[in-house]
């Protein structure tokens, strides 16, 4: 049982999604009081939860915040910015639980993906460190898919090409792309309507409109509808994105591979999808294994992973983001051997970048202090 926990942007795409799955699954059933912040509505009465503070705590408040136990934050990197060292300056010593990325590398903070690092988690516990962090949402579906080739050391080094939902620019992101969308079709209605009208001179009158800024692209910044970005997440000036750094740094650090890491290069691609991320890798692999072989060490692995056979009809149907959305599995497929190197094999995942991408961890650690303390 925990006796106060506090939860900041619970109301946000993550938080919402987090704070419903925590009450699905019972789990704020071992808290004795749930403290909802807002940085906005502080005072105002919050949701009707059970073991919950009748009104809205102000997620400003270092004083109020210091008195809880667990602090789960889903409010993004500039608060535990602003919040978290000053909290911890005054002496706090609870739990701060952060799906946001700000702290993921830092020295005294555990990336949280249990099913693959329970060992790490249960022994930062011992240690007595008090920060869990979820990890980056490609990282996390990317080793919830291949949990079984890692947990075999099969892999000697990983290449990633991502494709990655909107989602992950948050809900601003996810509107402006609807709205993208409408404003296409509203542009080409005109010769849709026409049963003569040329496909050419409509594709030419969509493109005509993508490349003159006629589009709303105040929150992605650039056209994203009938279109893609191949880039995500700030320049290192070094030809690499930060989102691409991660998929190295933050999947040997949850592994604790750090002294002995595992080569994962990625290039990453934003898509025109709401919340599903897809990933497309090739894997070398420490020694010659054949594919049903690596077919059943992939499915085995845990209990989310859905092998789809590889065939054009199971693929289609379900290794698809419209298939994924909205569930806690793992969809792995095109599972094959290159024609080249025996050693080299291809696979496909899709995983709901909401889920196991940011929520379902978190939530799992929360589990696990539930237990712990």
Not at 134 to 154: D, I, K, P, Q, Y
Not at 198 to 212: A, G, M, P, V, Y
Not at 334 to 345: A, E, G, P, Q
Request: include cysteine; glycine fraction near 8%; charge should be negative.
């Amino acid at each position: 049982m925990i006796r106060r926990v506090g939860f900041v942007g619970w109301r946000g795409m993550v938080g919402s999604v987090l704070l419903d799955r925590m009450q699905k699954e019972g789990d704020l059933n071992y808290v004795e009081k749930l403290v909802l912040y807002s940085t906005s509505q502080a005072g105002l009465r919050g949701p009707k939860i059970a073991n919950a503070q009748p009104h809205l705590a102000d997620a400003m408040d270092l004083e109020c915040l210091s008195t809880q136990d667990v602090i789960i934050s889903c409010q993004g990197g500039d608060y535990t910015q602003k919040i978290h060292t000053p909290l911890r300056d005054m002496g706090w010593q609870g739990y701060w639980l952060d799906a946001a990325s700000t702290l993921r590398m830092n020295e005294n903070s555990t990336i949280v993906l249990d099913p693959l690092n329970r060992s790490i988690i249960e022994q930062s516990l011992h240690d007595g460190k008090l920060d869990f962090i979820g990890g980056n949402c490609t990282v996390s579906l990317m080793l919830m898919a291949l949990h079984g080739l890692f947990e075999e050391n099969l892999v000697d080094w990983i290449t990633a090409m991502t494709y990655q939902a909107i989602s992950g620019g948050g809900a601003q992101q996810m509107r402006e792309l609807l709205v993208q969308m409408g404003e296409i079709h509203q542009h080409a209605s005109p010769l849709l309507r026409l049963q003569d009208s040329s496909i050419l001179d409509i594709e030419n009158r969509i493109n005509q409109q993508l490349n003159t800024n006629s589009l709303t692209i105040s929150t992605i910044g650039y056209p994203l509808a009938n279109n893609l970005l191949p880039w995500i997440d700030i320049d290192l000036e070094n030809g690499t994105g930060r989102e691409e750094w991660k998929g190295h740094a933050e999947t040997n650090k949850i592994l604790g591979k750090q002294s002995n890491p595992i080569p994962v290069e990625s290039t990453c691609v934003r898509v025109g999808t709401l919340r599903c991320h897809s990933q497309a890798f090739t894997i070398a692999l420490s020694k010659d294994i054949g594919s049903d072989e690596l077919t059943e060490i992939i499915g085995q692995a845990n209990q989310w992973v859905k092998v789809i056979p590889n065939n054009k009809q199971n693929t289609l149907q379900s290794l698809t983001p419209v298939a994924v959305s909205g569930s806690l599995e793992i969809a792995v497929g095109r599972i094959r051997k290159t024609s080249f190197n025996s050693k080299l094999m291809t696979v496909f995942t899709v995983g709901d970048q909401l889920l196991w991408g940011a929520a379902e961890p978190i939530r799992r650690m929360f589990g696990i202090l539930s237990e712990h303390l």
